[in-house]
C-alpha cells in the first residue's frame, strides 16, 4: 500500500460544481504540498499546508490540513474548464529529505 | 526565461540502447531531483542532489546513472534500456534549509519510449 493516498482517483463534473480531493497519510506529516499536473506539462506548485488546523486558499481552490497531520482536503468551488488536470498531494514527513506524492487525482470538468 | 528545462522532450528507442536526459535550472537553487512517472501517472523519486552530493539514492536499477557537474545540472544517463523504463522522467528543484524546501519547480517532462 502507498504511504499517501487520494481519493477519489478520478473526477468528472460540470463546471460550476464545487468538488473535493482527498490525500491521507499512513503516518504524522511534517508538511503538505498541493501540485497540479497540467497533461504534457510538469507540476505546478499550488499550496503548501505545514500547521495541523491551517487552511489556504488561492483564488477559487482552497486545502485544509487537519489537526493530527494526517490528513488533507483539496476543495474547488465553482469549477472551470481551465481546473481540468491531474492533482497530486506531496508529503514531507520527518527524518527524511524526499517528497513522496500521492497516487493522484484525475479531474475532468465539462462545460 | 524557463525556470528547469530539461531535454529532450520526447525520445523513442530500441531496448538495449544507451540514453541520456539532460536537466538544467537557472533558479540558483541548490537540489535537484529526478521523479518517474508511470503510465498510473504514479510520480516516484528516483535520485537527488544537494550542491552535486547525492542524498537520495531510491531503489533504482544501476543502469540508472545520475550525474551533476554542478548544481545547476542533473543529468541522467540510463544504460541497455528495457521496455520497463518507457515513463515520463521529470526533472527538478528546490532550495534546502528553507521553509519551502520541498516546493519543488519541475521540470516539463521527458517522455522515454522504448522499444
Known amino acids: 500500500s502507498q504511504e499517501l493516498e487520494q481519493s477519489p482517483q478520478s473526477l468528472i463534473v460540470q463546471e460550476g460544481k464545487n468538488l473535493t480531493i482527498n490525500c491521507t497519510s499512513s503516518?504524522?506529516?511534517?508538511?503538505l504540498y498541493w501540485y497540479k499536473q497540467k497533461y504534457g506539462e510538469g507540476l505546478i506548485f499550488l499550496m503548501m499546508?505545514?500547521?495541523?488546523?491551517e487552511e489556504k486558499s488561492h483564488e477559487k481552490i482552497t486545502a485544509k490540513l487537519d489537526e493530527k497531520k494526517q490528513q488533507s482536503s483539496l476543495h474547488i468551488t465553482a469549477s472551470q474548464p481551465s481546473h481540468a488536470g491531474i492533482y497530486l498531494c506531496?508529503?514531507?514527513?520527518?527524518?527524511?529529505?524526499?517528497?513522496?506524492f500521492g497516487t493522484g487525482t484525475r479531474l475532468q470538468v465539462f462545460p | 526565461d524557463t525556470a528547469v528545462s530539461q531535454t529532450p522532450k520526447y525520445l523513442v528507442t530500441q531496448m538495449g540502447n544507451d540514453k541520456s536526459i539532460k536537466c538544467e535550472q537557472n533558479l540558483g537553487h541548490d537540489t535537484m531531483y529526478w521523479y518517474k512517472q508511470d503510465s498510473k501517472k504514479f510520480l516516484k523519486i528516483m535520485f537527488s542532489?544537494?550542491?552535486?552530493?547525492?542524498?537520495i539514492n531510491e531503489t533504482v536499477p544501476n543502469r540508472f546513472s545520475p550525474k551533476s557537474p554542478d548544481k545547476a545540472h542533473l543529468n541522467l544517463h540510463i544504460n541497455s534500456l528495457e521496455l520497463g523504463d518507457s515513463a515520463v522522467y521529470f526533472c527538478a528543484s528546490s532550495q534546502s534549509g528553507t521553509a519551502g524546501a520541498n516546493v519543488l519547480t519541475f521540470g516539463a517532462g521527458s517522455r522515454l519510449t522504448v522499444l
Open positions: 542532489y544537494n550542491n552535486k552530493e547525492l542524498i
Open positions: 506531496g508529503a514531507g514527513y520527518y527524518n527524511t529529505d524526499k517528497l513522496i
Open positions: 503516518k504524522t506529516l511534517y508538511g
Open positions: 499546508l505545514q500547521k495541523g488546523g
